[in-house]
């Protein structure tokens, strides 16, 4: 008599349910942009408000330093100093950073408010102006095989320039619509440059320590990206963020994230290949051309702008973040997979 006992057959692989599938997703998932939206669906529900916002105000502040002061321990003086001799792939990192991107931003000003209302398209305007990623750049240099070297100094000298670019800029571009005051020049200087400064000045003694310790010192600089996410929406809610933005701009502003990005990509591979620069130098400068930091991009937000408009201000860096890692993350690859050296047949 057969047994009841079904048995799959053999070659036919039977399907694995939804928990493994359910897992791999969740692998595939940052966990830096996990948090970032669980610090903005915390912030919907439950914002800080009243004495306890003061208090949060000065948390910020002190999050926004050490952010900035462990950018300065980090990074090498020597590799700053570097950035002047390879004078011509570092300029042009700058000028797709600083010049083509903006223009970019200054385009998608002309999109009518019925598409997409005018905070958030000043948003757009404002991630255009922010300095390049640095480790992920790096990380993308290094998987597409190309310069990591030149990547280093050209993410690091983006990040260092845009603590004064990024400041300028949006005080032409942006100042009259933002209420940008000569004063948020000083609070750059004195909440940014000066803790990244003051970072340079103990790197001798504290450099080994962060690298030694480089889990709990990404931990903190990430968290505190966080919390001031957090406390940018926090305020937003308060101020009615969610009753000026819909699911409807939310979706606007991938598709224009996207468009952006495609831009972006598209401009920068073609100025590497019409100057001339070797391959591993155009991976330098598609990767880190095309990128715009959310790490950078969200303590200036908070200094830069009022605590009313920070929220709508971070929204499309958020937004773009994403999307620029998935993918910048697919054309590593296959760079990285065209540069591998053929197999030699004997």
Excluded at 64 to 93: C, M, N, P, Q
Excluded at 157 to 179: R, Y
Aim: proline share 5%.
């Amino acid at each position: 008599m057969a047994s009841s006992t079904s048995h799959p057959r053999p070659g036919i692989e039977r399907p694995k349910g939804f928990g493994p599938w359910l897992m791999s997703v969740l692998k595939r998932i940052d966990p830096f942009l996990a948090a970032l939206i669980g610090a903005v669906v915390l912030a919907s529900f439950f914002p800080v408000r009243g004495q306890a916002a003061e208090a949060f105000d000065v948390l910020v502040v002190v999050a926004v330093a050490w952010l900035f002061f462990l950018y300065g321990v980090r990074l090498k003086t020597s590799e700053a100093i570097a950035a002047l001799k390879d004078w011509r792939l570092h300029s042009v990192v700058l000028a797709c950073t600083y010049v083509l991107f903006p223009l970019v931003g200054l385009a998608c000003m002309l999109i009518p408010d019925a598409i997409l209302p005018h905070e958030l398209k000043l948003g757009v305007l404002f991630m255009t102006l922010l300095p390049s990623t640095v480790q992920s750049s790096i990380a993308f240099v290094s998987i597409a095989r190309g310069n990591v070297a030149g990547a280093v100094v050209a993410a690091s000298f983006s990040n260092l320039a845009g603590v004064i670019i990024t400041p300028l800029l949006v005080a032409g571009l942006m100042g009259a619509q933002v209420g940008f005051s000569a004063s948020a020049i000083g609070k750059i200087a004195l909440q940014l440059l000066l803790p990244f400064v003051l970072g340079q000045l103990v790197r001798r003694w504290l450099a080994d320590w962060v690298i030694r310790h480089r889990r709990l010192t990404t931990f903190t600089d990430r968290g505190s990206v966080v919390l001031v996410v957090y406390s940018a929406f926090s305020r937003g809610v308060v101020d009615g963020i969610w009753t000026k933005v819909s699911v409807g701009n939310v979706v606007t502003l991938l598709i224009l994230s996207a468009i952006v990005l495609a831009l972006m990509l598209g401009a920068s591979n073609i100025v590497g290949k019409k100057m001339g620069f070797s391959r591993a130098d155009q991976a330098v400068i598609l990767m880190c051309g095309s990128k715009k930091s959310l790490a950078t991009g969200v303590p200036m937000a908070t200094v830069l702008f009022s605590a009313a408009t920070v929220g709508m201000m971070v929204l499309p860096i958020m937004i773009f973040h994403q999307l620029q890692l998935i993918v910048c993350a697919v054309i590593a690859r296959r760079l990285g997979a065209r540069a591998e050296p053929q197999p030699v047949t004997v």
